[in-house]
């Protein structure tokens, strides 16, 4: 009797304590609102800043009572058409909003973790939303609940629901739905996210009448940044989809498989770091493998003062120009007085200063036969004046930059087996053939510009710059012979390399595939290809 009196105790206190937290809060609830909007107003218009569309939250009544309160909101979005005319979108939110410490939804999950409010937020009914609520056959399509800590950190999930729903007439959308975990500190220092879609299915038809079928399957999104010294997130995302198939009605299949996109930046001693990362595991068509394309970009010492200094110019000049030109608008003019003149040239000179660096390390196309690759990359340096002729400021700006192409010689083959392919051919002697007749014009055709060599089975071309001197496939020369060098032979492209063979390159009459293929090539077609050509 003596425990249970002391547990009866017990439970009254918290009862009390509760209904004292639940009262301060009802009171605290309308400044936390009145905040929580206008920095959701402020965050939408910095993230749609020059593209002319414009969004409004507004609280539109709160009814408060002892435990609980209920809000409803509207967000307003207001888009330039492609007529330039704006396009006005109301949409209409409902939320029930439990006061802490002890919120009854957490309890009922044995979550004794104290918190200001748990918002129970869903998207309500109007003449723009009711057929997503017929849809999801009168469930509310977007629901979530998120968790106000003491500390103004926030914590919940969002759910989009499943829909099957013709939107119009000929049209039809499947959607598995959607799952967003989102935990963010105060004012978004500090946020992550995590969500996962299963599969999207869009079908209807274009403006020709054709059939048009989309699918989208295992979209999953993953991210958790911090804001750093300025206006810019540091840390990982990646979003990824595994596979996106595209169909025009009776024409094979377009798949797109393991599709991702991948980040990651930080800062160190006042200086960005970072890279992003494009990949598409493969491509096919009619059920037959084309490629898979990888791009990798890298960028390292950006100083953070210049950069946020720069984002904060965009913002002032910039922005209004691409506002303007969304909205189908004159264009303000982007003056800049002396002052501001001065803080840009002040600002690019930091940047420079620290000798930036960026590069596309890696762009390549991977076929079935063979890999093309191109890398690129820039050292940056302060010159000693802005006010220099172009020429000698470019030589100051650009402290060394690097250049590598490699083509497999195989993959000429393989472009040519693609457009047959997408043309229908499915004489696969005859596209073999094609493909190698190709792959030995197109790689002569580049072998007689001098600008690429062949070594073993590749077509490989290499440029590095340092010191106003230039290293091309091995050879040293000025900037100026490397000018004049590449445009002297880049008109061997259209075919016209002369009479003279690349030093490498077997002569068409010694090559041991040229007899083979003038053999078996159609009548039509002439014994040697015209230089011309």
């Known amino acids: 009797m003596k425990k249970t009196g002391i547990a009866v105790g017990v439970v009254v206190a918290v009862g ?20 929580s909007i206008a920095e959701a107003n402020q965050k939408g218009a910095d993230a749609l800043l020059g593209t002319g569309i414009t969004s409004k939250l507004e609280l539109l009544s709160l009814d408060s009572h002892l435990f609980t309160s209920t809000a409803h909101y509207r967000l307003t979005l207001d888009m330039p058409a492609s007529e330039g005319e704006a396009r006005h979108v109301e949409v209409l939110l409902v939320d029930n909003i439990q006061h802490g410490p002890l919120p009854a939804s957490r309890l009922a999950k044995l979550n004794l973790w104290p918190v200001l409010a748990t918002s129970n937020f869903a998207l309500e009914p109007n003449e723009l939303t009711q057929k997503w609520f017929d849809a ?30 013709a939107p119009e007439e000929g049209q039809n959308v499947k959607f598995s739905g959607l799952k967003l975990d989102i935990d963010a500190s105060a004012r978004a220092e500090k946020v992550a996210i995590k969500g996962a879609m299963e599969s999207l299915l869009l079908s209807g038809t274009d403006t020709n009448g054709e059939a048009i079928k989309v699918e989208l399957r295992d979209l999953t999104m993953d991210s958790d940044q911090k804001l750093g010294s300025g206006e810019f997130y540091l840390g990982d995302s990646s979003v990824k989809l595994a596979s996106a198939e595209f169909k025009i009605a009776d024409k094979p299949p377009v798949l797109i498989k393991n599709l991702s996109q991948t980040g990651s930046f930080e800062e160190a001693a006042g200086k960005l770091a970072g890279h992003v990362s494009y990949d598409i595991g493969q491509i096919s068509f009619a059920g037959k493998d084309i490629a898979g394309v990888q791009m990798l970009w890298r ?16 913002k002032d000049k910039l922005a209004p120009v691409q506002q303007a030109q969304a909205l189908g608008q004159e264009a303000p003019e982007m003056a800049f007085s002396p002052a501001e003149e001065e803080k840009l040239k002040a600002d690019i000179g930091q940047l420079l200063a620290g000798k930036p660096h960026i590069a596309m390390e890696k762009f390549s ?10 890398s690129l990359s820039v050292d940056f340096n302060k010159p000693e004046s802005f006010e220099l002729p172009p020429p000698e400021l470019a030589k100051q700006l650009i402290a060394q930059a690097d250049a590598k192409l490699s083509v497999d010689k195989a993959v000429i083959g393989d472009g040519v087996r693609v457009q047959a392919a997408i043309a229908g051919e499915t004489d696969e002697k005859a596209i073999e053939e094609q493909a190698n007749m190709f792959t030995e014009m197109g790689s002569g055709m580049a072998l007689s510009t001098e600008l690429v060599a062949l070594k073993g089975e590749k077509l490989e071309s290499s440029l590095h710059y340092a010191n106003n001197e230039v290293v091309f496939n091995d050879q040293k020369m000025s900037v100026e012979e490397f000018a004049m060098l590449v445009m002297s032979k880049a008109g061997g492209l259209g075919g016209a390399g002369g009479d003279e063979q690349p030093e490498g390159m077997v002569p068409d009459d010694e090559a041991p595939e040229a007899g083979a293929l003038d053999e078996e090539a159609p009548e039509e077609m002439p014994e040697e290809v015209p230089e011309e050509q």
């Open 16 to 35: 009390i304590l509760s209904a004292g937290g639940a009262w301060y809060t009802g009171k605290q609830l309308p400044d936390v609102l009145a905040g």
């Open 299 to 314: 960028m390292k010492d950006f100083d953070a003062a210049a950069v946020q200094s720069l984002v904060e110019l965009y």
């Open 365 to 374: 196309i991977k076929t079935a036969h063979g890999e093309a690759a191109l």
């Open 136 to 165: 999801a056959k009168g469930a509310a399509p977007l629901t979530g609940q998120v968790s106000l800590g003491y500390d103004h950190s926030t914590s919940g999930t969002l759910e989009l629901t499943p829909l099957d729903f």
